[in-house]
DNA sequence: AATAAATAATAGTATTACTATCATTTAGGA
DNA sequence: TCCTAAATGATAGTAATACTATTATTTATT
């Protein structure tokens, strides 16, 4: 069974709907693939062009501004997360094994296994997470982008997993700052790892093993009953 | 008593030292300010001369680029704050009270009360941690940044809060991996209270009050030992 | 007072981040 | 199948960015 995955994306997010053609599905495939590879200040509408042998012009017309190309990617992939968190927890009763299943669909790099249509690839979007995901908010736009509900897949993850911190301790104080934490730290840590590895205990090129570890380590010490 | 406390930085940072001239502090503390007015993305040298009554050319024979400067005030930032960790810790040894004394100077805004001299001012520069800070690390070059020691002093900031973990549970097994949560999130969930609440359990403009809390009892339940 | 160093003034280049116009191709409906 | 509208391509243009280079002028040092 091949099931394609159709995420609704805010209409805000860009000028004309890249789904709808197939130069709008080469501009979003191959953006992130060019962003992943040149980081994404160096990153520029015309290069892409090249890659992907049209114009300028053209990519203007379906994405109002290289900003707003991330944030589109960004939106999918978290909508994407959320949706596997959902199918994957759905039948789950334990709000234990509920949040260590979270935690690892965060951590875990989907590498080849993962999903990659003809449009987005889940590996390509995991590594954007992890070098430009906090490029969407840190800008002077935040607010307005915010109420352009802008952010709302990313706050809607978040909220799912306070849901079921709640459900695991009711008591518990701050179980949203909790999830953003975890949401924050799942690609933090692994960025770190990779890159600073003097900010983490694993070393280089390790497995997630440690981060998971160290990740429900801190959220289920954290969100005891006391 | 007023002391002039003087951060010896890394001479990778810049061309020429801008502490040794009138011109160089200049860039240095309205190049600071300007930053946090426009957002780095549209901050330019060229506004910066503007702002100052200088050229372009001239800033440029102090910082290769507009990132230089960036990490250099982000280094300026964090040497200051291990200078203040020491000061106020150093004559604790309960490693309890020295971790919320760390947690307390990495949360609360200095506000007018912070160093604000003839040259950086704590209150500019802890604003500029909060919109800014990660982008000192998030390029293709961390790794090349890196070797250069370009990070050095966030990671001894790090380092110093991990051994003072261990000093609290020498059995703990991710003092670094907790020691950068605990940075990363001091200012992430203050960003995120002021500007995506919904990501915290905070409301907007409030004190910082919870967010210690939320950072002490995240800390203190994880490395308690089991 | 001489001289070295720093700064200002000016100019110039390739690239970025767009906008505009018009011609051509493609896709869908009568 | 032809017609029309929509999408794309080709081309051009602009202001700003991110620099580098050159020369003149000011400032500090011996």
């Known amino acids: ?62 994405f109002e501004n290289k900003h707003r190309l991330l944030v589109y990617l960004i939106n999918w992939y978290w909508s994407y997360i959320e949706y596997k968190v959902v199918f ?3 039948n789950m009763s334990n709000p234990e094994i509920k949040l260590k299943t979270i935690i690892k669909l965060l951590v875990e790099d989907p590498g080849d296994k993962g999903l990659n249509s003809d449009f987005i690839s889940e590996q390509e979007a995991y590594q954007l997470i992890m070098w430009e995901g906090s490029k969407s908010y840190l800008t002077r736009n935040v607010s307005k982008d915010n109420k352009d509900r802008l952010f709302k897949p990313y706050k809607d993850l978040c909220e799912r997993i306070s849901c079921t911190i709640k459900e695991y ?58």
Do not use: C, W
Not at 35 to 62: C, D, Q, V
């Open 169 to 226: 301790n009711p008591k518990y104080k701050f179980p949203h700052s909790m999830a953003s934490t975890i949401l924050e730290m799942a690609h933090s840590q692994k960025f770190f790892m990779q890159n600073l590895p003097a900010l983490t205990d694993f070393s280089k090129e390790q497995d997630d093993k440690k981060i998971i570890l160290f990740l429900e380590s801190m959220l289920f010490y954290s969100i005891q009953t006391k």
């Open 88 to 90: 994957y927890t759905n």
């Open 1 to 62: 069974m091949e099931l394609d995955i159709r995420i609704k994306m805010n209409e805000k997010l860009f000028l004309r709907n890249p789904e709808e053609s197939v130069l709008g599905k080469k501009i979003v495939k191959n953006g992130l693939i060019l962003i992943n590879k040149l980081g994404f200040e160096e990153f520029t509408f015309k290069k892409l062009s090249i890659e992907i042998s049209t114009t300028e012009a053209s990519i203007y017309r379906y």
